[in-house]
């Protein structure tokens, strides 16, 4: 049988997961490509914890906003990568440790 | 959950590019669970369905191998995921502890494109149409940036 | 109640002749200079004598408010200014004196570079014992207390290139500093228990309170701890030992400031406080006893010195005990009058020695002097008039003052009198010693020797000359002052005139017993036994003169043989006892190894500059540690950002619950 009620925790406790999930990937993965990945898990995470408030509330400005997230995610992702190509010109390479021009 | 774990676990980037692939379709499901159907439909369309074709492209494009071992930074592992940890593990207890008897019913509150489509218009039309410049933006950055250096000089002189 | 006698002028005017000579001096003529010197003093004695004759007894105390100074709580402390007879007297004699000198250091100092300095410095001084004299307050005094000391190191150093007057001046004004010490700790016991400064008010609390005989209190404390002020400002043991090194400045500022004023300003001090002295027995004793033992040891020292102004420097060190002695037995009246007569003879015998030294072309040395009254009639003749004097010849001034002291101090205990007499037998003899080996005799100087030991005299000369007539005029006015000066006294008239200020009713109410315990002069039954004293007083200045006839003139080979048979002896005095070198080992020596080893090494070296340095240094070495930081490694940032939005995130919900 299917529950006709879920406690609104578990969707919480699920975003934060998916986010945390997304941050540890973030910080252990060495492929560029592979963190923003990441990344996407992260807002992913975020946009379910959006529509369960939206749920909740009973707020459609929720699922509203969650369209807004995609939008943003897509056009991020877009930058992201085309900056990705550029860089492994230069860098011949993926791994985001051999890419410290920013060293002091 | 178990997409997001294995994206964590392969090394090879189009692995991870398919698990968060499988993820991405779990949300999509939850969402229609929580009746919002318009926004289920678009995370298909858009989100699984051009974004990461777009990242597989560019790890297809760019020949990405398998992840090698470098000496990365100690800090981000020794700091990093700790912190993380600790993080998450605060916000779930407060979670927990706080959230009482707040339940979501299965197919709460639908969410009909038209009603959406109502906010959208009229309340939220400046985020809309903001929005929209940003995508033309990003779409120009991405082109420039992404073209070969040899034709940005050509287009130069 | 009567009307505005502007005291103020008295003490701004040189302070206008020291500005302007100051800051104009420099590029103006001599003339000029000498004009704006003389003027401005020449002013303040005209205004001096003005206000006496203005002034009659009845009017006096007088005072002057000129301005508010301190007002905290409820103390409070004005600039003001006071005049009675005390100051009265003080006042006529700075500016008299003081005048007289500036008159003759024209002369002195023609061909010094400075002059216009010398007179800048000159008028300052002027300004400051004005204050001094004429302050309704101990503050306002002790702004001239401390204004007096600085003249006299910048006098005392004029010659600042000269090694020795740069020390001489530091020492002065440093061991000044250490009386002032007591003067400044007296002053707050004053504040503490009386709330005020202001003499009449600190003499109206004082004086309903009972005499301490029963032991040492308050009054007693405040007493003494001024009394240690006057021996720093007036040369007295253990502090003298500056008068004799300020001896290194131009004799026309020994003359002013170590001689006639501002050695006095202590004794003035002293006798302005009566009120509190002569509650404090026991204080008062220890003025007597200091007052007595320096006259005697200073004495004894100046029978051996060679250098002119060193003897007189002892000299006065002496005659100033003499001042001490009579203020320590309650006779506050005869101080003052010795003091007075003191300026006259003692500021003669620094102008004539000044005159002598411009003679013989700046030696100082009195065994390369003699048979000078042939060539300086006239300073031998003033300065033989200031010998008498000094030596209590009557009817000389300094008989009636000196006399005056040793019949008091009789009547206080024999024994300071049979210390005072011997003493004067001293004096009489080291005086007379001082004449004879200058004027007498053989001269025995160096002919044609063009530079002086002072640099002053710079024109070479054959043999020694008079000196110009600027500098003889003031040597006869203080001559004459030297013989008439005593009629002030004859009859008790001096004490009478200052008996408003001593034995006013006011402030002596309580001591009426006590008072008529001690015998004044007019007790009948004593004058016979006065008379005896004075024919023994005569007796012994003649003595002393023949003693000096004798060893110097008659047989001149005897003071060598003397010397030689008490050898050891001998030599200690010579070398004045070796005060200098005790005090010097003692205190001087750890004082300036402490310092270079605690307080500059230890603090300045090791505390604050390794502070300062190691602050630097520490600086340096943790930015070195952050800068890893900035690796330029994303994954590091990624890994700081999620530590530090973890602490965020726990501080929130910690303020969170903690706000439930």
């Given at each position: 049988m299917v529950p006709s009620y879920v406690p609104l925790s578990y969707y919480l406790l699920l975003s934060g997961f998916l986010f945390a999930c997304g941050v540890v990937g973030f910080l252990i993965k060495r492929n560029i490509i592979t963190i923003f990945m990441s990344i996407e898990l992260m807002l992913n995470g975020v946009n379910l914890s959006f529509v369960a408030f939206a749920a909740h509330w009973h707020a459609l400005a929720g699922q509203v906003f969650v369209f807004f997230v995609m939008v943003v995610a897509a056009a991020e992702a877009a930058v992201g990568l085309a900056i990705i190509i550029a860089v492994y010109r230069t860098r011949e390479t993926l791994n985001v440790d051999q890419v410290n021009l920013l060293k002091l | 959950m178990g997409g997001a774990v294995n994206l964590l676990a392969q090394r090879h980037p189009i692995n991870s590019a398919l698990s968060l692939i499988a993820v991405m379709a779990a949300l999509a499901g939850q969402y229609l669970l929580l009746g919002a159907e318009f926004v289920a439909a678009v995370q298909v369309i858009v989100y699984a369905g051009a974004i990461m074709v777009l990242f597989v492209f560019v790890i297809m494009l760019l020949n990405a191998g398998e992840e090698e071992e470098t000496k990365g930074s100690r800090v981000a592992i020794l700091l990093g995921v700790p912190g993380v940890l600790t993080g998450s593990v605060l916000v779930a207890w407060v979670v927990l502890r706080h959230s009482g008897t707040a339940s979501v019913a299965i197919g709460g509150l639908p969410g009909h494109p038209a009603d959406i489509a109502q906010l959208l218009f009229h309340d939220f039309l400046l985020p809309f149409e903001v929005t929209s410049v940003l995508i033309l933006i990003a779409i120009m950055g991405a082109v420039v940036l992404a073209s070969k250096p040899e034709a940005t000089a050509r287009k130069g002189d | 109640m009567t009307a505005n006698l502007n005291l103020w002028l008295i003490p701004i005017l040189p302070l206008a002749g020291a500005a302007i000579n100051g800051f104009f001096g420099r590029k103006s003529s001599r003339q000029a200079v000498t004009t704006v010197g003389l003027f401005f003093s020449g002013a303040a004695l005209a205004w001096a004598l003005l206000v006496v004759a203005r002034v009659s007894s009845a009017t006096l105390p007088y005072h002057e408010y000129l301005a508010q100074w301190i007002r905290s709580g409820n103390f409070s402390v004005d600039f003001a200014f006071y005049l009675d007879q005390l100051s009265l007297v003080m006042l006529l004699v700075v500016t008299g004196v003081g005048f007289l000198i500036h008159i003759y250091s024209v002369g002195y100092m023609w061909d010094d570079p400075s002059y216009y300095r010398f007179f800048s410095y000159l008028n300052l001084f002027m300004f400051f014992m004005l204050t001094l004299v004429l302050a309704d307050n101990y503050l306002v005094m002790f702004i001239g207390w401390e204004g007096v000391g600085l003249a006299s190191y910048l006098l005392i150093g004029f010659w600042f290139t000269k090694d020795s007057a740069a020390s001489a001046g530091k020492k002065a004004f440093i061991v000044n500093r250490i009386g002032d010490f007591g003067f400044l700790i007296a002053l707050f016991l004053l504040i503490k228990h009386f709330k005020s400064l202001n003499f009449d008010q600190v003499f109206q609390s004082v004086a309903p309170m009972g005499a301490e005989t029963a032991g040492a209190g308050l009054l007693t404390a405040v007493g003494i701890l001024l009394m240690v002020g006057a021996c720093g400002k007036s040369a007295q043991i253990p502090l003298y030992i500056w008068l004799p090194d300020a001896m290194e400045g131009p004799t026309p500022v020994s003359a002013l400031i170590h001689a006639a004023t501002m050695v006095t300003a202590g004794v003035y001090m002293v006798s302005r406080s009566h009120v509190i002295f002569e509650r404090a027995p026991m204080a008062l004793t220890v003025v007597a006893i200091i007052g007595t033992l320096t006259a005697f040891f200073a004495a004894t020292i100046g029978i051996a010195q060679t250098d002119i102004k060193k003897v007189l420097a002892y000299s006065t060190v002496s005659q100033l005990g003499y001042m001490f002695m009579a203020c320590g037995v309650g006779a506050f009246s005869a101080g003052i009058f010795h003091l007075m007569t003191h300026a006259f003879f003692k500021g003669l015998l620094f102008l004539a020695a000044g005159s002598v030294i411009h003679a013989v072309g700046?030696?100082?040395?009195?065994?390369?002097?003699?048979?000078l009254r042939s060539y300086i009639p006239w300073t031998f003749l003033t300065m033989g008039i200031a010998t008498l004097a000094i030596s209590g010849v009557p009817p000389l001034a300094g008989f009636w003052s000196k006399d005056e002291i040793l019949w008091k101090a009789y009547q206080a205990s024999w024994v300071y009198w049979l210390i005072g007499l011997v003493t004067a037998f001293i004096t009489s003899f080291y005086m007379f010693r001082l004449l004879y080996m200058t004027f007498f005799g053989n001269y025995r100087g160096v002919q044609a020797d063009a530079h002086g030991s002072h640099g002053h005299d710079t024109h070479g000369h054959g043999e020694p000359h008079e000196s110009p007539k600027v500098m003889l005029v003031p040597l006869m006015i203080l001559a004459v002052l030297s013989l008439l000066g005593g009629l002030f006294g004859i009859g008790n008239r001096f004490e009478h005139f200052l008996a408003p200020v001593f034995e006013s009713g006011a402030y002596s109410q309580v001591l009426g017993d006590a008072a008529s315990a001690r015998p004044m002069a007019e007790d009948p039954g004593g004058n016979s036994m006065e008379y005896v004293l004075m024919g023994a007083s005569v007796a012994v200045a003649f003595l002393g003169w023949y003693l000096a006839y004798l060893l110097y003139l008659k047989r001149p080979e005897l003071p060598q043989k003397i010397a030689d048979s008490l050898d050891g002896f001998y030599e200690a005095v010579v070398h004045k006892y070796y005060v200098d070198e005790l005090y010097a080992a003692v205190f001087v020596k750890p004082l300036i190894d402490g310092s270079t080893r605690i307080l500059w090494h230890g603090v300045d070296q090791n505390i604050i500059d390794a502070a300062v340095n190691d602050a630097g240094d520490g600086a340096r070495h943790v930015s070195d540690e952050v800068r890893h930081m900035q690796s330029g490694n994303l994954r590091s940032y990624a890994g700081w950002i999620a530590a530090g939005s973890a602490v965020v995130i726990a501080v929130m919900i910690w303020m969170w619950t903690g706000a439930r």
């Open positions: - | - | 700046g030696e100082q040395d009195m065994r390369k002097m003699g048979g």
